[in-house]
């Protein structure tokens, strides 16, 4: 499965969603301490939870597709052979 969503486009659009009241009130909480806006702190949150779970699949697909663990010994033997993994 290959999801390409790492560029994002300029154009906005609204996204409503209900969160936890504990959640909201830490974000407002944090962006009142700092001096930040929320939405910039959201959409930072979200692009670096999308690029978190497409890396995660990447590395599941990588896993899925490794040889596995090679010896020293084995790849050197084997290569002198001309064999190619």
Not at 21 to 35: D, H, R, S, T
Not at 51 to 78: I, M, N, S, Y
Request: positive net charge; proline residues 4%.
């Amino acid at each position: 499965m290959v999801v390409q969503v790492r560029e994002y486009a300029v154009k906005s659009r609204t996204l409503a969603v209900r969160l936890p009241a504990a959640l909201i009130e830490a974000l407002n909480a944090v962006c009142k301490q700092l001096g930040l806006r929320k939405g910039p702190v959201i959409e930072a949150a979200l692009r670096e939870k999308i690029d978190d779970l497409l890396d995660a699949e990447d590395l599941r697909e990588a896993v899925k597709e490794a040889t596995g663990f090679h010896p020293w010994e084995q790849v050197r033997v084997e290569a002198g052979r001309g064999k190619h993994f």
